[in-house]
């Protein structure tokens, strides 16, 4: 398993931006897909975005298509959610992810704790 740690999470207004970014430590960075989950309060954890290992390919949910954009610096360890436009249902508790390229959350087996993310209208 990899060590991840988040950050970047926040109040901002709704249309407003916030920057998530995920630091791994503990084994080769490289050699696992990423991906960013959020939960809210009552609400089952749902897939955000995905990057494959080297960067190349990357996934969105639906939901977020067009806002938010996923990228990773290997070199650093680092992912980033970069989060445009937000809105309030995109308040919730983000969670990076290291495991293999997949929109479900039974394909990561390491989790970071989570960082929380409120929007207000």
């Known amino acids: 398993q990899v060590g991840l740690v988040e950050s970047g999470g926040g109040l901002v207004q709704a249309g407003g931006s916030l920057r998530l970014s995920c630091v791994a430590s503990g084994r080769t960075f490289s050699n696992y897909a990423m991906g960013w989950f959020r939960q809210a309060p009552g609400k089952e954890r749902e897939f955000v975005a995905a990057?494959?290992?080297?960067?190349?390919?990357?996934s969105y949910a639906d939901s977020v298509k067009g806002r938010f954009t996923v990228f990773r610096d290997n070199a650093k360890n680092t992912v980033t959610l970069q989060m445009n436009t937000l809105k309030p249902e995109d308040t919730a508790v983000y969670y990076c992810?290291?495991?293999?390229?997949?929109?479900?959350?039974?394909?990561?087996?390491?989790w970071g704790q989570g960082t929380q993310v409120t929007v207000s209208s």
């Open positions: 990057i494959t290992r080297s960067g190349a390919i990357a």
């Open positions: 992810a290291a495991g293999s390229y997949s929109y479900g959350s039974e394909s990561y087996d390491s």
